[in-house]
């Protein structure tokens, strides 16, 4: 069992930068392969990035060169760094944990105004 609480979203304006930071508990983290994902208003919930248990990464086409996601196994926690922010990046991020089963988060708000 792994319980995931995100944090770090909220408003910027485009151009800007925001961490959103998500903290696992419950159980070996390091094991686990990690993700971020979205879900904008009316639209399906899609991978933005993820990261495996060894450290390799994989980005939405969206999100390359802007998005960085890394994580911490000795702090438990995942980060996504979104630089360049642009209005479309509004959603809510959700933090998932996989390994054999998957878990989520309760999910963190980030608006980017034009």
């Known amino acids: 069992q792994v319980q995931l609480v995100e944090s770090g979203g909220g408003l910027v304006q485009a151009g800007g930068s925001l961490r959103l930071s998500c903290a696992a508990s419950g159980s070996d983290f390091s094991i686990y392969a990690m993700g971020w994902y979205r879900q904008a208003p009316g639209k399906q919930r899609e991978l933005v990035a993820a990261?495996?248990?060894?450290?390799?990464?994989n980005y939405a086409e969206s999100v390359k060169s802007r998005f960085t996601i890394s994580r911490d196994n000795a702090q438990n926690t995942v980060y996504l760094q979104m630089n360049s922010l642009k209005p479309e990046d509004t959603a809510v991020y959700y933090c998932?944990?996989?390994?054999?089963?998957?878990?989520w988060g309760q999910g963190t708000r980030v608006a980017v105004s034009p």
């Open positions: 990261i495996t248990s060894s450290g390799q990464t």
């Open positions: 998932n944990a996989r390994h054999q089963m998957q878990y």
